[in-house]
Nanobody, 124 residues
């Protein structure tokens, strides 16, 4: 079993900052990539930022220059530093991990996991 646990969401005024964390635990052989998605009411879930095991990053155009994704491979944790927040950043933020896990016989297989989501609300 693999679990992703997110933390760090909350309420902040426009222009403020928040840092999200997501820790993966369980039967993890290796993590290939991790990312953050968000979903606002009435909207589809969208990619915010992603990072590969080698540290290559990509960002949605709407957050470039304001958000920074990073990861600690030793802790199986990914972070999202969000600065200069805007009301349109308000959404539920979800952590995602594309990883290799193992079954009870230690056979590896690839799967995709999601966290439970954390609410970020930016007031104007």
């Amino acid at each position: 079993q693999v679990q992703l646990v997110e933390s760090g969401g909350g309420l902040v005024q426009a222009g403020g900052s928040l840092r999200l964390s997501c820790a993966a635990s369980g039967r993890i052989f290796s993590i290939r990539s991790m990312g953050w998605y968000r979903q606002a009411p009435g909207s589809q879930r969208e990619l915010v930022a992603g990072i590969t095991a080698a540290g290559r990053t990509n960002y949605a155009d709407s957050v470039k220059g304001r958000f920074t994704i990073s990861r600690d491979n030793a802790k199986n944790t990914v972070y999202l530093q969000m600065n200069s927040l805007k009301p349109e950043d308000t959404a539920v933020y979800y952590c995602n991990a594309d990883l290799i896990t193992t079954d009870a016989l230690n056979r590896p297989w690839t799967d995709d996991y999601w966290g439970q989501g954390t609410q970020v609300t930016v007031s104007s």
